[in-house]
């Protein structure tokens, strides 16, 4: 068993347990730390793919703003521990079984197509086209208009947030 | 050694870590006495004095007083994260170390020819921003886990302003990229390399200088030192987020800030001095003598002091300094080892000299209120680094200047 190999393994678990963390922790603020293991943990996994601005932009978005701001506003509004409530009907025979059967299926076509028994073999195994330069190129050249309207979008977001936040004053 | 030729790479990191640790520890123990002193002498003091010589064993002593203090955890906090908080202010702080490139040379460790950089990634910039972005969490995570008034105020405040200037040091840091054309520690430095007029180094510091300050500015603010250090402002916040911290997870904060004083420093060097290029040019043959001749004056100085000044056991343990100071000076005399030194040498000479600054604007300012801090971040240096990147991106655009 090569490093990565195991690593992948490793990561993948600690990713999956922040998953489950985040579900089940009581405070929010727990809750939100999980999430951001979930995030550092995908970066690691993007990392032994060979993506290495993937990797980083995902911890710097992702883990390093976004989160932080959750965490911020959960320390500013001082949230105690949630308060839980009982599962609803629907969720308990329609969800839970429909969320079993999805898995499945999951399961089952990824076991059929083979997908991943090439990628997690190791750094970069075939992944040369993820370079930094070539990324760019893609983004700035080929997808240039739907990169700028997504970031027009943004903006369009931001604004909005804006004048929402003003309106009582 | 079966271990070691089946995974190479992983023992050479191994080593490459352990060593580079040992050193940034060292490092970070002598800075704060460094610190002291230079603060010091602004303030017409000594400085540590008793403590060995020229107080040189107080970053020991205060070590030895941090290990065996009581480690007092708050009933009211939240356990986990108040353990975790200093833990993850201290490892992320030394973590970014792994990126920082402190020569060209190749050395070998157990016959396998190696760089001096722990990971030469393609995006180190970008992983130095993403490393110290997390870095935040160590803060706001102490002010909460606390749950008391004074540190949850300080872990907001320094949260908020960790946030808000790293935008600032973000984009002040864009036109260099758009200089160098590049994300990589190593080949932003080579891209620095010549002259102008074959005598001033073609460091970014020169166009890029409005960059450079934003940046620096930036930096003094991420690192919560003074005079941006509200986020610790003793008059207002007791200590800030580690108001509750005491014995050795107060020593890891402290250590953390200084291992990220010296990660900005670092990048500052990459970024805008050249890294490890000498400012001199490589046809100056002699140079190359600078770093041995410069340690074997400053041990024949410290053998003058030793000789002149110090009594007793002081004498004893600045002739230590001074015989290892002579020592290291003749091996980096040697023709073999000569080539290897002058890229850690120039690199750690411009660390240096950018972290006296920052001591220095610790012992002159006085510290920002916090509405003025953040009007500062957000209504100057934002809007200077934006303008600094437009200008650079028309520079290329206009073709002012050949990309390289």
Redesign the interface.
């Known amino acids: 068993m090569s490093l990565p190999f195991i690593l992948f393994f490793v990561f993948a678990f600690i990713a999956v347990m922040g998953a489950v963390l985040l579900i089940l922790a009581h405070e929010p603020i727990h809750s939100a730390l999980a999430l951001i293991l979930v995030m550092v943990s995908l970066a690691v996994l993007y990392l032994l793919l060979g993506a290495e601005f993937i990797a980083a932009v995902q911890i710097i978005v992702y883990a390093g703003a976004i989160m932080v701001l959750f965490v911020f506003v959960i320390m500013l509004l001082n949230a105690g521990v949630e308060e839980r409530t009982n599962w609803s009907k629907i969720a308990k025979y329609a969800g839970l079984p429909l969320g079993i059967f999805l898995l499945l299926e999951l399961a089952h076509f990824l076991a059929r197509s083979g997908a991943g028994a090439t990628t997690a073999n190791g750094p970069g195994a075939s992944n040369a086209a993820f370079s930094t330069r070539a990324l760019s190129e893609l983004l700035f050249q080929k997808y240039l208009f739907p990169f700028e309207a997504t970031s027009i979008l943004i903006l369009i977001a931001i604004l909005g947030a804006l004048v929402l936040a003003k309106k009582d004053s | 050694m079966e271990f070691i030729s089946q ?1 190479p790479v ?1 023992v050479v990191s191994l080593v490459k870590i352990v060593i580079l640790l040992l050193v940034a520890l060292t490092t970070l123990a002598y800075l704060t006495w460094f610190e002291r002193k230079v603060v010091a002498h602004i303030q017409s003091r000594w400085g540590p004095y008793y403590v060995g010589a020229h107080g040189l064993l107080q970053p020991l002593a205060d070590g030895v007083k941090f290990l065996f203090k009581e480690d007092v955890t708050p009933p009211s906090s ?1 356990k986990l ?1 108040y353990i975790l908080a200093p833990f993850l202010a201290l490892s992320l702080a030394l973590t970014t170390l792994a990126l920082i490139p402190f020569g060209p040379a190749t050395i070998y460790i157990f016959g396998q020819p190696t760089k001096l950089i722990i990971a030469n ?3 180190s910039l ?2 130095l ?3 110290t ?2 870095g ?2 160590g803060v ?2 102490a ?2 886990s606390s749950n008391s008034k004074y540190p ?1 105020l300080g ?2 405040r320094s ?2 302003q960790m ?1 808000s200037y ?1 935008v600032a040091m973000t984009l002040s840091v864009v036109g260099v990229l758009l200089v160098a054309g590049s ?1 990589n520690f190593n080949e932003i430095i080579e891209h620095q390399a010549g002259y102008y007029w074959n005598f001033i180094p073609r460091w970014h510091v020169v166009p890029q200088i409005v960059g450079f300050l934003c940046y620096m500015t930036c930096a003094v603010a991420e690192t919560n030192r003074v005079p941006f250090d509200l986020p610790e402002g003793e008059t207002e916040l007791v200590a800030g987020f580690h108001t509750e911290y005491s014995s050795f997870k107060f020593a890891m904060f402290f250590m953390a800030e200084y291992a990220n004083m010296i990660t900005v420093s670092c990048l500052a060097t990459i970024l805008f001095f050249g890294g490890w290029l000498s400012p001199f040019p490589d046809s100056w043959m002699w140079t190359q003598y600078i770093p041995g001749a410069g340690l074997l004056l400053l041990g024949i100085y410290l053998a003058y002091d030793t000789v002149r000044n110090m009594r007793g056991i002081a004498r004893m343990q600045l002739a230590v300094v001074t015989i290892l100071s002579l020592g290291i000076g003749a091996l980096c005399l040697l023709p073999s080892v000569m080539p290897v030194v002058q890229g850690p040498f120039w690199f750690l000479s411009k660390v240096l000299v950018i972290l006296f600054f920052y001591v220095l604007t610790r012992g002159t300012l006085p510290r920002f209120r916090y509405d003025q801090l953040m009007a500062f971040g957000w209504k100057l240096l934002l809007p200077v680094s934006l303008v600094n990147l437009v200008a650079t991106a028309a520079w290329f655009v206009y073709g002012w200047v050949k990309q390289g």
């Open positions: 995974h992983l939240d994260l990634v393609d995006v970008l992983f921003f993403a490393i972005s997390i935040v969490y706001a995570l002010g909460w949850l872990g907001l949260s908020a946030i790293e994300f």
